[in-house]
């Protein structure tokens, strides 16, 4: 197919496309520091897209109904019904996902758990899959420059999730999950109160790969055989003028993949491991002083640590990082008019990192070693207008031991024109530490030479927005829609180069311009009362100087269309979810010619469709659902170039631009008890 009749296609779906979502409120008693900034969030239908009005930020909302919509059985696998974030795989062998917003990789997305800033440096190529979904209460999608209170590391936007609470009312639930490829999955949560104050809740999660598929016959299994445990406990307290949350995570996660025996005998096996073992803790402290003005000062800490040996055939790659984080804040309203944040912060990493990149057992390990101590301050007001103007703006001021002082200033503006119509603008700044290895040693996976320059830059970007969302009636139904637009503009960038020399892969500082833009619409009709149409469609322009001129960023789509089918007869009784999702075409890196005179690999990768679909049975504690992914069953025929020679100089996992496996059949059981006391 051509990329015209690419576009073209895409095109249509814009005539129909949106998203939906349900916002939740967080608990009242928990002050704004301990829980997220989303604030007056009142939904009462369908029909805004899941964008919140009460706040000026961009904001979607992905509620605990909406998780449910697919099997969502990690953070990666939930944005299946989300037009603004793509989740792809990284390589072919390690299960490796990257997260993508406005068009740009997930380094340039703050991840945050409950708005403390997580899954960084090391944990950032498979973190996507270190939060169970049945553990999820909800994700924030904001993007854009955010709030200048998690910090300077927002670019593209930040993606939030909120876990269960141990304060809500005491439930038991579970999760039982299996698919055709042999995976099983578990997952139970349950919390109690131990008086009027405190509160407790344990989640646990288990799954296992039982066997390993090569579809497409090239020796090499299609998807790592993954064998994790996790486990968090959860403390509460809740009283008048003092609040106290924390808890601490536990995961221990076991990766394999290569060569498998498929009706052959390898004599030397190109194998590999990534053993990970993380843990998490945080604390958060709140005294109320003001309650009728939100007036509280809070301080949050958290810590983690990273350990992570991996093996890619010969070659070594194995990182500890220890991450410390804590903020202190003041907050404070006035006549409901003006708003006030300020704070203080601390981030600290350490990396330990050992490197043999060559497939020579006798090579030397490398050992590199750094450390980054970051301080910093904000502040933050907000006017609101009786919710018809509001307007937000930070500046940060922080030092890095390694980069000097970082400026960060962030607006954001939203006017409410009348209760179906806003408008929003936003611009900020933000900053990105580059840590190579951790982030990009997915690249190990191929025979490419890694060549890293010296002396990295920070990074940094300008982010610019703008967007409307309106609704209206049609037909006696409500009709949403929504237009938005950003720009991203580099000053300094780490660049992933696979141009300039098909043999490898040169990481480096930006030699010239590099810029994201991005367009997307969206509409969410609901046609009958139980059955509700969504659909987008986004156009993705990002180019970079790769040393030859501006050229598109290779394995990123231009071009995206997706359509969504939510069916609830019966009084909700039953639940049919589809969604459709075709992606454009793109740019692979630049090929070379073989002996026989042949192209490597095709210049450019062709267009394809996927669709999801999903049939939920609810009783009244329980339910069944049975689903398929990628039923389209199309995928990349050769992910692995030169699987048949892993050791050979052409070997490369890291040519993934389209679903590397076909067709899944999976089918699960939830089961949810709620005491209301």
Same mark, same amino acid.
Not at 57 to 66: K, Q, R, Y
Not at 254 to 272: E, F
Not at 305 to 314: C, I, K, L, P
């Given at each position: 197919?051509?990329?015209?009749?690419?576009?073209?296609?895409?095109?249509?779906?814009?005539?129909?496309?949106?998203?939906?979502?349900?916002?939740?409120?967080?608990?009242?008693?928990?002050?704004?520091?301990?829980?997220?900034?989303?604030?007056?969030?009142?939904?009462?239908?369908?029909?805004?897209?899941?964008?919140?009005?009460?706040?000026?930020?961009?904001?979607?909302?992905?509620?605990?109904?909406?998780?449910?919509?697919?099997?969502?059985?990690?953070?990666?696998?939930?944005?299946?019904?989300?037009?603004?974030?793509?989740?792809?795989?990284?390589?072919?062998?390690?299960?490796?996902?990257?997260?993508?917003?406005?068009?740009?990789?997930?380094?340039?997305?703050?991840?945050?758990?409950?708005?403390?800033?997580?899954?960084?440096?090391?944990?950032?190529?498979?973190?996507?899959?270190?939060?169970?979904?049945?553990?999820?209460?909800?994700?924030?999608?904001?993007?854009?420059?955010?709030?200048?209170?998690?910090?300077?590391?927002?670019?593209?936007?930040?993606?939030?999730?909120?876990?269960?609470?141990?304060?809500?009312?005491?439930?038991?639930?579970?999760?039982?999950?299996?698919?055709?490829?042999?995976?099983?999955?578990?997952?139970?949560?349950?919390?109690?109160?131990?008086?009027?104050?405190?509160?407790?809740?344990?989640?646990?999660?288990?799954?296992?790969?039982?066997?390993?598929?090569?579809?497409?016959?090239?020796?090499?299994?299609?998807?790592?055989?993954?064998?994790?445990?996790?486990?968090?406990?959860?403390?509460?307290?809740?009283?008048?003028?003092?609040?106290?949350?924390?808890?601490?995570?536990?995961?221990?996660?076991?990766?394999?993949?290569?060569?498998?025996?498929?009706?052959?005998?390898?004599?030397?096996?190109?194998?590999?491991?990534?053993?990970?073992?993380?843990?998490?803790?945080?604390?958060?402290?709140?005294?109320?002083?003001?309650?009728?003005?939100?007036?509280?000062?809070?301080?949050?800490?958290?810590?983690?640590?990273?350990?992570?040996?991996?093996?890619?055939?010969?070659?070594?790659?194995?990182?500890?990082?220890?991450?410390?984080?804590?903020?202190?804040?003041?907050?404070?309203?006035?006549?409901?008019?003006?708003?006030?944040?300020?704070?203080?912060?601390?981030?600290?990493?350490?990396?330990?990192?050992?490197?043999?990149?060559?497939?020579?057992?006798?090579?030397?390990?490398?050992?590199?070693?750094?450390?980054?101590?970051?301080?910093?301050?904000?502040?933050?007001?907000?006017?609101?207008?009786?919710?018809?103007?509001?307007?937000?703006?930070?500046?940060?001021?922080?030092?890095?031991?390694?980069?000097?002082?970082?400026?960060?200033?962030?607006?954001?503006?939203?006017?409410?024109?009348?209760?179906?119509?806003?408008?929003?603008?936003?611009?900020?700044?933000?900053?990105?530490?580059?840590?190579?290895?951790?982030?990009?040693?997915?690249?190990?996976?191929?025979?490419?030479?890694?060549?890293?320059?010296?002396?990295?830059?920070?990074?940094?970007?300008?982010?610019?927005?703008?967007?409307?969302?309106?609704?209206?009636?049609?037909?006696?139904?409500?009709?949403?829609?929504?237009?938005?637009?950003?720009?991203?503009?580099?000053?300094?960038?780490?660049?992933?180069?696979?141009?300039?020399?098909?043999?490898?892969?040169?990481?480096?500082?930006?030699?010239?311009?590099?810029?994201?833009?991005?367009?997307?619409?969206?509409?969410?009709?609901?046609?009958?009362?139980?059955?509700?149409?969504?659909?987008?469609?986004?156009?993705?322009?990002?180019?970079?100087?790769?040393?030859?001129?501006?050229?598109?960023?290779?394995?990123?789509?231009?071009?995206?269309?997706?359509?969504?089918?939510?069916?609830?007869?019966?009084?909700?009784?039953?639940?049919?979810?589809?969604?459709?999702? !075709?992606?454009?075409? %793109?740019? +692979?890196?630049?090929? =070379? /010619?073989?002996?026989?005179?042949?192209? &490597?690999? *095709?210049?450019?990768?062709?267009?394809?469709?996927?669709?999801?679909?999903?049939?939920?049975?609810?009783?009244?504690?329980?339910? !069944?659902?049975?689903? %398929?992914? +990628?039923?389209?069953? =199309? /995928?990349?025929?050769?992910?692995?170039? &030169?699987? *048949?020679?892993?050791?050979?100089?052409?070997?490369?996992?890291?040519?993934?631009?389209?679903?590397?496996?076909?067709?899944?059949?999976?089918?699960?059981?939830?089961? +949810?008890?709620?005491? =209301?006391?």
């Amino acid at each position: 197919m051509k990329p015209n009749t690419d576009r073209l296609h895409t095109l249509l779906l814009a005539l129909t496309c949106g998203i939906s979502a349900l916002a939740q409120n967080p608990s009242p008693e928990v002050p704004d520091s301990l829980t997220t900034d989303l604030q007056e969030v009142v939904v009462t239908e369908r029909r805004t897209l899941g964008k919140l009005r009460g706040t000026s930020l961009n904001t979607e909302v992905i509620s605990a109904s909406d998780l449910k919509r697919a099997a969502c059985c990690n953070l990666g696998e939930s944005f299946t019904t989300n037009p603004s974030v793509d989740v792809s795989y990284s390589d072919a062998a390690t299960g490796a996902r990257q997260i993508k917003l406005l068009g740009l990789s997930g380094s340039y997305v703050q991840m945050l758990t409950e708005n403390i800033p997580n899954f960084r440096g090391a944990a950032g190529p498979f973190g996507l899959g270190y939060i169970a979904g049945p553990w999820m209460q909800s994700i924030q999608v904001s993007k854009g420059a955010s709030s200048v209170k998690n910090g300077y590391e927002s670019i593209t936007g930040q993606i939030n999730v909120e876990m269960k609470k141990p304060q809500l009312d005491p439930s038991l639930s579970a999760n039982l999950y299996a698919d055709h490829l042999g995976k099983v999955e578990g997952n139970f949560d349950g919390n109690i109160h131990l008086g009027d104050k405190w509160s407790t809740a344990i989640l646990l999660h288990g799954e296992n790969s039982f066997k390993s598929h090569d579809e497409n016959d090239d020796g090499f299994a299609d998807a790592p055989r993954i064998r994790q445990f996790a486990g968090m406990n959860r403390w509460a307290y809740l009283g008048r003028n003092y609040v106290f949350q924390a808890a601490v995570k536990y995961l221990d996660e076991h990766r394999k993949s290569g060569q498998i025996a498929h009706g052959q005998h390898y004599s030397d096996p190109y194998i590999i491991n990534i053993d990970t073992r993380r843990v998490e803790a945080f604390t958060k402290n709140a005294y109320i002083f003001d309650r009728d003005n939100d007036g509280n000062v809070a301080m949050i800490a958290s810590m983690s640590f990273h350990d992570q040996n991996s093996d890619y055939g010969r070659k070594l790659y194995d990182v500890i990082q220890r991450e410390a984080y804590v903020s202190a804040m003041f907050e404070r309203k006035w006549n409901d008019l003006h708003a006030l944040s300020a704070g203080l912060s601390m981030v600290y990493d350490n990396y330990r990192q050992h490197l043999r990149a060559v497939n020579d057992l006798s090579a030397p390990v490398n050992d590199i070693d750094s450390h980054e101590m970051t301080y910093g301050g904000y502040g933050q007001y907000t006017l609101n207008i009786d919710n018809r103007l509001i307007a937000m703006g930070g500046v940060r001021l922080d030092h890095s031991s390694l980069y000097g002082m970082m400026f960060t200033p962030r607006l954001h503006v939203r006017y409410n024109i009348m209760d179906p119509l806003s408008v929003q603008l936003s611009a900020g700044r933000g900053y990105h530490s580059p840590h190579p290895l951790a982030e990009y040693h997915y690249l190990l996976a191929s025979s490419r030479r890694l060549v890293i320059e010296k002396d990295l830059k920070q990074e940094s970007a300008w982010n610019f927005g703008t967007g409307v969302t309106s609704s209206l009636r049609l037909w006696g139904k409500s009709l949403g829609l929504s237009a938005e637009y950003y720009y991203t503009r580099f000053a300094n960038q780490l660049l992933l180069n696979l141009d300039a020399d098909p043999h490898a892969a040169i990481i480096g500082n930006l030699g010239g311009r590099s810029y994201s833009h991005t367009f997307q619409v969206e509409a969410s009709y609901n046609i009958l009362s139980d059955l509700n149409l969504t659909a987008a469609y986004r156009l993705t322009d990002v180019k970079a100087n790769y040393g030859d001129g501006m050229r598109h960023k290779p394995l990123t789509s231009r071009n995206k269309g997706l359509i969504t089918l939510g069916y609830t007869p019966d009084m909700g009784l039953w639940q049919l979810d589809i969604t459709c999702a !075709i992606n454009g075409s %793109g740019r +692979n890196p630049d090929p =070379y /010619r073989t002996a026989d005179g042949a192209l &490597s690999w *095709s210049e450019r990768y062709h267009p394809y469709a996927q669709l999801n679909a999903q049939l939920t049975r609810n009783f009244r504690h329980w339910s !069944i659902y049975i689903g %398929g992914e +990628n039923l389209t069953g =199309y /995928r990349q025929k050769h992910p692995i170039i &030169s699987a *048949s020679d892993p050791w050979g100089p052409d070997f490369d996992a890291t040519m993934v631009h389209t679903p590397i496996h076909g067709a899944m059949i999976y089918a699960g059981l939830r089961y +949810n008890f709620t005491k =209301y006391l």
